[in-house]
């Protein structure tokens, strides 16, 4: 079993739709929880970071961190075609090297339909 | 600002063939990662520079996987005898220090095997 699990999709939703993108994980040391966009041949994205259990909300992007339950989310409100992509979850804890190391999943593939 | 650069874009190699492939960072960023990403999956971790010093080579797959960083900004990592199961995308990511979890990445270099 991987250490971050994701549900690579695809996913296809209209545009306007709320859409949810999720990830658990196993390693509960986990401190630090990205979500990343990643558009088809470029480099990932940082959207959005969490530290702590509960909600962050940046304009229409909403992150959810469950750590009782080892679950993440990201909602997106007012879904718009410029949204489609692969969304990343990733995961970091500080390493005994002295530095956040990412773990990410597999992505989700996200399109949005005019 | 300018952010993360990585050259060459794309680069086939026969294989057998030694690759070189570089990541400029984003100026004044101590750390340096880079990640390999295979097709449909996430990016995994390679190897983690802070300034001039590799601090964390666990990710590197074999022996035939090396990368430098001798002034502390430009990177290289090279790839001796390249197998096709090294065929990927190389992706670079820079950040503010040690005790920062922002990595902020560069577009990648795809390389294919034949």
């Known amino acids: 079993q991987k250490e971050v699990e994701q549900d690579p999709g695809p996913l296809s939703v209209p545009e306007g739709a709320i859409v949810s993108l999720n990830c658990t994980y196993s390693?509960?040391?986990?401190?630090?929880f990205m979500w990343y966009r990643q558009y088809s041949r470029k480099g990932p994205e940082l959207l959005m970071y969490?530290?702590?259990?509960g909600n962050k909300e940046d304009g229409r992007f909403t992150a959810q961190v469950d750590k009782s339950s080892k679950y993440i989310s990201l909602f997106i409100r007012d879904s718009q075609p410029s949204d489609s992509a692969t969304y990343l979850c990733a995961m970091s804890v500080f390493s005994g090297a002295g530095s956040y190391q990412l773990t990410f999943g597999k992505g989700t593939k996200l399109s949005v339909i005019p | 600002g300018a952010g993360v650069s990585q050259s060459p874009r794309y680069k086939v190699a026969k294989r057998g063939q030694d690759v070189a492939l570089r990541c400029d960072p984003i100026?004044?960023?101590?750390?340096l990662f880079w990640y390999q990403q295979a097709l449909g999956q996430g990016p995994e971790f390679l190897t983690y520079f802070q300034n001039e010093a590799q601090l964390d080579k666990s990710g590197l797959p074999s022996d035939r996987f090396f990368a430098e960083r001798p002034e502390g900004s430009v990177s290289t990592l090279k790839i001796q005898r390249t197998q096709q199961e090294d065929s990927a995308v190389y992706l670079c990511a820079s950040g503010g220090g040690g005790s920062s979890y922002e990595q902020y990445f560069g577009p990648g270099t795809r390389l294919t095997v034949t």
């Open positions: 969490t530290y702590s259990s």
């Open positions: 100026s004044g960023h101590v750390s």
């Open positions: 390693n509960s040391a986990f401190q630090y």
